[in-house]
């Protein structure tokens, strides 16, 4: 059986024939970036945000059920602020800087088995607790600014309650949609979700505290 024959015109020509042939520059090489590390960081923003905007209100709604001044009301909720994005802040300084120890931790084996040491372009890559805390804390203060300032210029009662829970719902959904986005989900079902979520998380602390101050404790 004769071995099948090859066209040489049929030979796909090489990198500087086809060069040759159109007259082009040689192959570029395609610089492809990696989002990822930032997705993960509008990601946190966004959930921090939302916490915030959920904390905030739902501790206004609560106090709000049982206390119908608006000073009482607002200062509920900068306390709540400042005290959730204390929070917020130092349990992501903790958490990432004990990432940023185990990170350092692998890299000074890997290295002494290499014989070298850390590069500063390594070390530049690793994450920065200080970044992550403050970060934390600032997204968590956006989120909580938008039922502070729904309640801020509304003195009537109902109003200012009414005011609350649409400014809250209205943030809830452009938080849900941000999620969706960043997370590849459908957006429809992320906004319900979310939403629907703080409804029952303000509804159950007003509901509970209404029910607690009610009974006389």
């Not at 959930?47 to 905030?56: I, M, P, R």
């Not at 703080?198 to 607690?212: E, P």
Request: hydrophobic content about 45%.
């Amino acid at each position: 059986m004769e071995a099948p024959q090859i066209d040489s015109n049929k030979i796909l020509p090489r990198n500087d024939d086809v060069e040759g042939q159109n007259g082009q520059s040689p192959l570029e090489v395609e610089v492809i970036h990696d989002y990822s590390h930032r997705a993960q960081w509008l990601r946190a923003a966004v959930l921090g945000a939302n916490d915030g905007l959920l904390s905030t209100s739902s501790l206004m709604m609560g106090i709000g059920a049982v206390r119908q001044d608006a000073k009482t009301m607002i200062l509920t909720g900068i306390a709540g602020t400042v005290a959730g994005a204390c929070s917020m802040a130092i349990g992501e300084f903790v958490s990432v800087y004990s990432q940023y120890d185990i990170e350092v931790a692998q890299m000074k084996r890997e290295q002494e088995a290499r014989g070298g040491g850390i590069d500063e372009d390594t070390k530049r890559k690793l994450p920065s607790p200080l970044q992550a805390a403050a970060a934390s804390a600032g997204a968590f203060a956006v989120g909580a600014v938008v039922p502070l300032l729904a309640a801020a210029f509304v003195r009537n009662y109902r109003v200012r309650l009414g005011a609350v829970v649409a400014a809250v719902s209205v943030a809830l959904l452009g938080f849900g949609a941000a999620g969706a986005v960043l997370g590849k989900a459908p957006p429809v079902k992320s906004c319900l979700r979310v939403v629907l979520g703080g409804w029952l998380a303000m509804g159950i602390t007003f509901g509970l505290t209404k029910l607690i101050g009610s009974a006389g404790v």
